[in-house]
């Protein structure tokens, strides 16, 4: 299972990468493994804020649908659009070409509640 460790990461699977006050966020290789192949990422919090924990987006896979949560507060700022031509990302590059969101973040102090990669290995059983 790939975590790295200069992320940051969610209970709900989420990981976090922050900087100069924008955060990119997609979901843990460890979750894109769970839900397999991915068809769907659905996106429609554009230019919205939103606080922590709400619900940013759903990911369809062949076998369910998941919610996406917010890892800290913030207005989305961007999506990546080449999920919708190649959801399949999510699966092949977690961490790179599969991310979902940019927030401009509210308080980035609130990094401070999430799970570095030792935690988040810890949660999953890794």
Avoid: C, R
Avoid at 25 to 37: C, K, N, W
Avoid at 83 to 105: C, F, Q, R, T
């Amino acid at each position: 299972m790939n975590t790295p460790a200069n992320l940051h990461y969610t209970k709900d699977h989420e990981w976090i990468s922050i900087e100069d006050g924008i955060a990119t966020v997609g979901i843990t290789d460890f979750a894109q493994g769970e839900l397999g192949d991915i068809v769907y990422v659905e996106v429609e919090t554009l230019d919205e804020k939103l606080e922590i924990s709400e619900v940013f987006g759903t990911v369809e896979a062949v076998k369910t649908v998941s919610d996406l949560f917010m890892p800290l507060s913030g207005s989305i700022i961007e999506l990546n659009e080449s999920l919708e031509d190649e959801p399949e990302l999510v699966n092949e590059d977690p961490y790179g070409k599969g991310w979902m969101i940019k927030i401009k973040l509210d308080d980035a102090a609130q990094v401070n509640e999430l799970l570095d990669s030792s935690a988040y290995n810890e949660l999953i059983g890794a």
